[in-house]
């Protein structure tokens, strides 16, 4: 008996996911909730355990290749000796695949050629399969570059082609294809594939190394410039002096430390400063849907944390009703579980607002963009001691500047000034944080 691997819900606004790597080979034998594989998704990295303790039956997904929820990767059956086979699902394209006369397919590749696709390989997709046959991924991206599959080297099972495959094919400039899809014209609002890069001089591309961008890579970048093409965005900036929060921060952070078990750092301060200016100019905490205007009467602060595989933005619930020692904690638990690529999909959904910290890299003073639909990012950056006049003489002062990006179409110039200022009279009086003044 055999039971079935399947891909996960994967949360809110998330249709599809990238298999990043097998842990097992077919045979391995294998332990109830045992990591089996690897997901890749526009948000984070996670992990399909085994639902049944056995052998690691067929693998019907590869390495690269883009699943849905619900999909079938693959089956666990009994410990017998590898005699059992997975059972097929009817329902599944990868499925239909791996049923039993799939061996005859595969041992018949003179035929495929003899039909006219040598010039791609053995696993070439048959005649008879449509763009859509490859997926409603591969469908989707035929008819907008105009690429047909059937020129595409297919790197899936039997020669399917996968949204990688597609996505290298539209980079390459590939429009080798046949038939209506290559006359269709891209949809008018959606951009246009990147144009192929020039060639490198021989002895340059000797040493190049060229590396397929991870599914997180991938969104990222798509999500950083659909922000910049779509929000009319600004930034503005001020700086602050961190002498009080520093002070403080040296004062009492060996008692914080014991009696709430994390470390004091800046970003508690920062966090309840930015509430406390959300409060007061509730246009930077709002987003554009369609012709109207949210307002988000709660405060779900997003907090950039870089890792190996990119930026992630975990988001600290309801941060206005936590305390400074329940934000440190709350930040604390998220960048371990970003390092160790633990996050879920749940845990960076539904932010009102960012707050970004370069400073940490030695950043002087950055234009952060923004993390679409928010209207605004409050970029942190690094404290130095600098040059202020203060009650007529010069002094020697930590500071550090602040920089608000911001949506001009929903926030004016005075706000975002307003907002900053708020920032900062906070920080410069930290009481002011803890009076809820």
């Known amino acids: ?36 594989v690897e997901l890749e998704t526009d948000k984070v990295t996670l992990e399909v355990n085994a639902p049944a303790a056995g052998e690691l039956g067929e693998i019907l997904v590869k390495d690269g290749e883009t699943v849905e929820p619900g999909a079938l990767l693959g089956s666990i059956v009994e410990a017998s000796g590898g005699a059992a086979k997975p059972a097929p699902k009817k329902d599944t394209e990868a499925a239909k695949a791996s049923a039993p006369d799939a061996k005859a397919v595969e041992a018949a590749p ?34 907008e570059s105009g690429i047909d599959p059937a020129s595409v080297n297919g790197s899936g099972k039997d020669g399917r082609v996968t949204k990688g495959d597609m996505l290298g094919a539209i980079a390459k400039g590939d429009q080798s294809s046949k038939g209506p899809a290559q006359a269709a014209p891209a949809p008018a609002k959606e951009a246009r594939p990147t144009p192929p890069r020039p060639a490198s001089k021989p002895d340059d591309a000797a ?9 997180l890579r991938q969104t990222i970048a798509r999500r950083l410039k659909d922000a910049q093409d779509t ?28 009696k709430h078990g994390t470390k004091l750092g800046f970003m508690g ?34 907090i950039a944390v870089g890792t190996d595989k990119g930026l992630v933005v975990p988001v600290v619930r309801n941060a206005d009703d936590l305390s400074i020692a329940g934000i440190e904690k709350t930040i604390s638990g998220f960048g371990k579980k970003a390092r160790d690529g633990k996050l879920s999909i749940d845990e960076m959904q539904g932010g009102t607002f960012t707050i970004t910290n370069g400073g940490i890299y030695g950043s002087l003073m950055s234009t952060p963009i923004l993390n679409a639909p928010q209207s605004g990012i409050l970029g942190m950056h690094r404290i130095e001691e600098r040059p202020v006049v203060r009650n007529g003489k010069i002094e020697a ?17 005075k706000e975002a000034v307003t907002f900053l200022v708020r920032v900062k009279e906070a920080l410069e009086d930290p009481a002011r944080l803890v009076l809820d003044l």
């Open 110 to 143: 003179a035929k495929e050629s003899a039909a006219g696709y040598g010039n791609h390989g053995d696993a070439a997709p048959p005649a008879a399969r449509s763009a859509d046959d490859n997926g409603p991924a591969v469908g989707k991206l035929s008819r």
């Open 207 to 215: 040493r190049e190394e060229r590396v397929r961008m991870t599914k």
């Open 269 to 302: 301060f920062f966090t309840k400063a930015v509430i406390g200016a959300l409060k007061d100019v509730p246009a930077v905490n709002a987003e554009i849907d369609g012709p109207d205007l949210v307002y988000k009467n709660y405060y779900h602060i997003g």
């Open 397 to 413: 002062r930590p500071m550090m500047y602040l920089a608000l990006s911001y949506d001009h179409r929903i926030v004016d110039g």
């Open 1 to 36: 008996m055999a039971t079935d691997i399947l891909v996960p819900t994967l949360g809110e606004s998330v249709s599809e996911a990238t298999i990043g790597r097998w842990f097992k080979k077919p045979g391995d034998t294998v332990a109830a909730d045992e990591p089996l």
């Open 231 to 258: 929000a009319a965005m600004l930034t503005t900036f001020n700086d602050v002096d961190m002498s009080a929060v520093m002070a403080m921060r040296s004062q009492y952070k060996d008692i914080f430390e014991k």
